[in-house]
């Protein structure tokens, strides 16, 4: 369930990264989109991989380990 939730989080950040990039690249022809797509993309990925170690944490933690 953990795990799920960190992936909903992490698909839903894409998205609005995405919607973002989108923006700036009309405004920029297109190359402050794509260094928005990256920047955020980056930031959802390393919020990911925290939401993840979190989750095996809390595992372990419920077994005792």
């Known amino acids: 369930n953990c795990l799920a939730q960190a992936s909903s989080t ?3 950040n894409i998205a609005s990264c995405t919607t973002g990039a989108v923006a ?6 297109g190359l402050a989109g794509v260094a928005f797509q990256l920047g955020c993309g980056g930031f ?22």
Do not use: E, I, K, P
């Open 10 to 12: 992490y698909y839903l």
């Open 24 to 29: 700036f690249g009309s405004v920029s022809l």
């Open 44 to 65: 959802a990925y390393y919020h990911l991989s925290n939401q993840r170690d979190g989750c095996y944490l809390a595992y372990q933690t419920c077994l005792g380990l």
